[in-house]
């Protein structure tokens, strides 16, 4: 039996637009897709506002690149970011960038990277602008990585009566679905996942307090619910069929 391949990604973090308590959070999001080959920073590391970042990059094992602001309103960091980047892209070591920003300053980086056939997972929060979202294959809002201790706005799990009332929320599900239905009505989930990412990058069940797209779907109360086996062991597919078709 084959191993399962393991995709290499290289890990871009603007220190300016992005806070340490998400660090935690963040690499094991990012393991989820691949192992993070490259973990870099950049930041001008003598000024105070990035003593946090200082104390946790050594644990772990993330590369500070020094950046100098050579000039007042012009930020050199997001040069340096993308410099590196055009780099390691050229090297054609690596499946997928992660690039750690609010700044729409990495749209065209984001595309430029998909252009040449990798993925990008963006992550920053929720403040960034749509331009930046929409370049990336996946986007992770931070608010949902920060440590439960240093969480500024902890998100608080949506009622069944405020999902209903999510116009877009209930749209994105209801298209899905409908799109990854056989015959019968129903989706199974996975493929149903698989539709929402292409339609939105920044889709994520926990910017709604819910930790899978299973659960949040099951807490609109606007779809039947069928778990099923899978061949004769106890592994069991979700599947999911709009109330309306009932």
Same mark, same amino acid.
């Given at each position: 039996?084959?191993?399962?391949?393991?995709?290499?990604?290289?890990?871009?973090?603007?220190?300016?637009?992005?806070?340490?308590?998400?660090?935690?959070?963040?690499?094991?999001?990012?393991?989820?897709?691949?192992?993070?080959?490259?973990?870099?920073?950049?930041?001008?590391?003598?000024?105070?506002?990035?003593?946090?970042?200082?104390?946790?990059?050594?644990?772990?094992?993330?590369?500070?690149?020094?950046?100098?602001?050579?000039?007042?309103?012009?930020?050199?960091?997001?040069?340096?970011?993308?410099?590196?980047?055009?780099?390691? #892209?050229?090297?054609?070591?690596?499946?997928?960038?992660?690039?750690? +920003?609010? @700044? &729409?300053?990495?749209?065209? %980086? =984001? /595309?430029?990277?998909?252009?040449?056939?990798?993925?990008?997972?963006?992550?920053?929060?929720?403040?960034?602008?749509?331009?930046?979202?929409?370049?990336?294959?996946?986007?992770?809002?931070?608010?949902?990585?920060?440590?439960?201790?240093?969480?500024?706005?902890?998100?608080?799990?949506?009622?069944?009566?405020?999902?209903?009332?999510?116009?877009? #929320?209930?749209?994105?599900?209801?298209?899905?679905?409908?799109?990854? +239905?056989? @015959? &019968?009505?129903?989706?199974? %989930? =996975? /493929?149903?996942?698989?539709?929402?990412?292409?339609?939105?990058?920044?889709?994520?069940?926990?910017?709604?307090?819910?930790?899978?797209?299973?659960?949040?779907?099951?807490?609109?109360?606007?779809?039947?619910?069928?778990?099923?086996?899978?061949?004769?062991?106890?592994?069991?597919?979700?599947?999911?069929?709009?109330?309306?078709?009932?």
């Amino acid at each position: 039996m084959s191993e399962e391949r393991t995709y290499k990604l290289a890990v871009l973090i603007d220190a300016d637009n992005a806070q340490p308590s998400i660090v935690e959070g963040l690499l094991a999001e990012i393991a989820k897709y691949g192992t993070a080959n490259v973990k870099r920073i950049y930041g001008d590391w003598t000024l105070p506002a990035l003593k946090g970042w200082k104390e946790v990059l050594l644990e772990c094992s993330i590369q500070p690149i020094q950046q100098f602001g050579y000039t007042s309103g012009k930020n050199a960091t997001d040069s340096a970011m993308i410099i590196d980047a055009m780099d390691l #892209l050229y090297t054609g070591k690596f499946d997928g960038f992660c690039i750690v +920003s609010s @700044d &729409s300053d990495f749209t065209k %980086l =984001a /595309s430029r990277i998909r252009e040449a056939g990798l993925v990008v997972y963006g992550f920053g929060e929720k403040k960034t602008p749509k331009a930046f979202v929409s370049a990336c294959d996946k986007f992770i809002y931070t608010e949902v990585l920060r440590s439960k201790d240093d969480r500024a706005d902890q998100i608080k799990r949506k009622t069944t009566a405020e999902l209903k009332k999510d116009t877009q #929320l209930v749209n994105l599900l209801r298209n899905a679905v409908e799109a990854s +239905s056989d @015959d &019968s009505g129903w989706a199974h %989930l =996975a /493929s149903v996942g698989s539709n929402i990412a292409k339609q939105s990058p920044e889709f994520d069940p926990r910017n709604y307090g819910y930790r899978k797209l299973g659960e949040l779907a099951a807490a609109t109360k606007l779809f039947l619910v069928e778990e099923r086996a899978v061949g004769d062991g106890p592994s069991k597919a979700v599947y999911l069929k709009d109330k309306r078709k009932k």
